[in-house]
Nanobody
Framework: QVQLVESGGGLVQPGGSLRLSCVVSGSIIFSISTMDWYRQAPGKERELVAAITRGGIRNYADSVKSRFLISRDNAKNTVYLQMNSLKPEETGVYYC??????WGQGTQVTVSS
């Protein structure tokens, strides 16, 4: 059974940074999968923030380019999202997804002074 567990969310001031982690059980799944980070703001649809292929090719939403960095550690079955210069409108629940099908439970990020 594939399980994804996110962590690292919290309250941060505008302009601050957070690093999210997502640990995936089922090593075969992780090693062959593209991994994504999504976020869902209150009252809005879930949107793609960043993605990384098994080979390390990265893609980002235009709104986060140059501020966010997605990375993965295949030995630890973990994907990360380093978020810098955070904005209040980026408040929401952040989810990771594996292989386009498996979701974690999400971690709350609140950007507020």
């Amino acid at each position: 059974q594939v399980q994804l567990v996110e962590s690292g969310g919290g309250l941060v001031q505008p302009g601050g940074s957070l690093r999210l982690s997502c640990v995936v059980s089922g090593s075969i799944i992780f090693s062959i999968s593209t991994m994504d980070w999504y976020r869902q703001a209150p009252g809005k649809e879930r949107e793609l923030v960043a993605a990384i292929t098994r080979g390390g090719i990265r893609n980002y939403a235009d709104s986060v380019k140059s501020r966010f960095l997605i990375s993965r550690d295949n030995a630890k079955n973990t994907v990360y999202l380093q978020m810098n210069s955070l904005k209040p409108e980026e408040t929401g629940v952040y989810y990771c997804r594996a292989a386009g099908a498996f979701w974690g439970q999400g971690t709350q990020v609140t950007v507020s002074s």
